[in-house]
């Protein structure tokens, strides 16, 4: 991991455009796929709401699998993309989204003991609005304090979650391995990702009032800023890579063969 500048998180936003624009319809295609997967997934009985975030490291490793072969100009192919489904790199991935879950079942546990089980189980009951049970738990003067605490607690998790999943698939790491290496890699270049987060913040709030100002709360405005919003989130997809590429360098892709032009 090089020493790098707090200016690297503008660069690694710029990369992350330039790839998406290699193979716009391609990267898109995949979102729809993965969005498809996320409902299909979620009709599967008890089972449905856990699945789309156990498996969301397999999703990551797939995303940034497919951002590295457009920063080729190579297209994305199967072979690319078996190792992800097969061992070792499935249960991995898969015990990692595993762990985040428990980990975000741990958080929700530590807000609800804080704010107080009566307020969680009416706002899960829907029997209270949000701002209702807000404004009950505010009153309490628990509600601040539980949200700093869970935010405080999240950026860490957040920190090592990022690269994790493709440390796991690129670099053959173990899921302890990965969080590990993937945590200290933002830590020694935060300055770079404060700046990235910040700038990534400014851009979805800019798109979002530019849509609501020029088309309204209209069923096409809101159309428009959902395609343009998914849009973003592929973007940020490729940018992470672009991050990845940068701290941890280039990666060789399993089932690649010589580049060729995207179809």
Do not use: H
Not at 175 to 196: C, E, H, I, N, Q
Request: aromatic share 12%; with cysteine.
């Amino acid at each position: 991991m090089s020493n790098i500048p707090a200016s690297a998180g503008i660069a690694w936003i710029r990369e992350g455009f330039a790839i998406f624009r290699k193979q716009p319809g391609g990267l898109m295609l995949l979102m729809l796929a993965y969005l498809l997967a996320g409902v299909v997934l979620g009709i599967i009985p008890f089972l449905g709401q856990w699945l789309p975030m156990i498996l969301a490291p397999v999703f990551t490793a797939v995303f940034v699998q497919a951002c590295a072969a457009a920063d080729r100009k190579q297209t994305l192919t199967p072979d690319m993309l078996r190792p992800i489904f097969q061992k070792p790199n499935f249960p991995r991935l898969a015990g990692l989204g595993a762990l985040f879950v428990l980990v975000l079942a741990g958080l929700a546990m530590l807000f609800a003991a804080v704010v107080g089980m009566d307020t969680m189980r009416q706002l899960a009951e829907q029997q209270v609005q949000p701002d209702a049970a807000a404004a009950a738990a505010a009153a309490n003067g628990n509600f601040g304090w539980a949200m700093l605490v869970i935010f405080l607690l999240s950026l860490p998790l957040s920190m090592a979650m990022l690269f994790a999943a493709p440390l796991i698939f690129w670099q053959q790491m173990r899921v302890g391995k990965a969080l590990f290496y993937s945590f200290f890699a933002v830590w020694r270049t935060l300055r770079a990702f404060l700046l990235y987060f910040l700038c990534w913040v400014a851009i979805v709030m800019l798109l979002t009032n530019v849509v609501l100002l020029l088309l309204g709360k209209t069923l096409l405005g809101m159309a428009v800023l959902q395609s343009a919003l998914m849009i973003i989130v592929m973007v940020i997809q490729c940018s992470v890579y672009a991050a990845y590429k940068a701290i941890f360098g280039e990666p060789e892709l399993p089932g690649a063969g010589p580049s060729q032009p995207a179809a």
